[in-house]
């Protein structure tokens, strides 16, 4: 009786190490950046390695015909992440792309994404520059080539949300604007005087009501006057004519 049960056991554990280790469709992930890109990922605490996972990618062009692409996983460095990417000649909001992922020639599982559904549009590039009336202007780069593939009311669709705070402190405020405006002034007076702050942003669309919003921006930082310039007419200085007060 034991022998059977021991037996049970072993069998049970190897099926377990044949099935429980495959990653399922929440493990496989795909994000577009509406231009020329498509990025997915594998992640999985089963995974040992990325070796001998790929993913053959479909989908239509011109209404035509349909493209093939073999998308080869690598290990992120950076992370416990599989990940691979592939090339498209621009994208259709509408589009339909069908995913088969495989370990070897053993088909795992198969997944379908609708372009608009997983757009993660690129980081922002930030600048931020001190202007006559002491205000910080925060301007950016969305990455996009305006005369590239990209429509127009994509870029419309993009909005810029803003984080800014002290450096090294806790509190953070947030700013979401358009990305058509441009730029967006930061009021000095509404900041501590003498102090550093730090700046970052993300970008999202509403093609997916700003559900995915991009990877985060590289850090930018400011520092504030000792005086603000609104207030330097009232500043109060030391006068030397009259006796000190004890």
Not at 29 to 53: I, P, R
């Amino acid at each position: 009786m034991f022998s059977t049960v021991f037996k049970c056991k072993i069998i049970f554990t190897l099926i377990c190490i044949a099935l429980c280790n495959e990653p399922t469709k929440e493990d496989l992930k795909c994000f577009n950046d509406y231009e020329t890109e498509m990025k997915c990922s594998l992640s999985s605490d089963h995974l040992q390695n990325c070796s001998g996972y790929e993913l053959n990618i479909t989908h239509p062009v011109l209404d035509m015909f349909k493209k093939n692409n073999t998308c080869i996983f690598e290990r992120n460095p950076y992370s416990d992440n599989c990940e691979c990417n592939i090339t498209v000649e621009g994208f259709v909001a509408t589009e339909i792309f069908n995913t088969t992922l495989l370990e070897g020639s053993n088909v795992l599982l198969y997944k379908t994404f609708m372009t608009s559904d997983f757009i993660k549009p690129k980081s922002p590039v930030l600048s931020v520059q001190k202007i006559e009336n002491g205000n910080f202007n925060v301007t950016w780069k969305d990455q996009y080539e305006k005369s590239g593939l990209v429509p127009r009311h994509f870029f419309e669709s993009l909005r810029i949300n803003l984080t800014y705070g002290i450096k090294g402190g806790h509190k953070n405020i947030s700013k979401t604007v358009p990305n058509t405006v441009r730029s967006f002034e930061i009021v000095a007076k509404n900041l501590q005087p003498n102090i550093t702050y730090i700046l970052t942003a993300t970008m999202s669309t509403d093609y997916n009501d700003h559900s995915i919003p991009s990877d985060q921006s590289a850090t930018v930082e400011f520092t504030t006057s000792s005086c603000p310039t609104e207030c330097s007419l009232f500043c109060v200085f030391p006068s030397f004519d009259e006796e000190e007060t004890n």
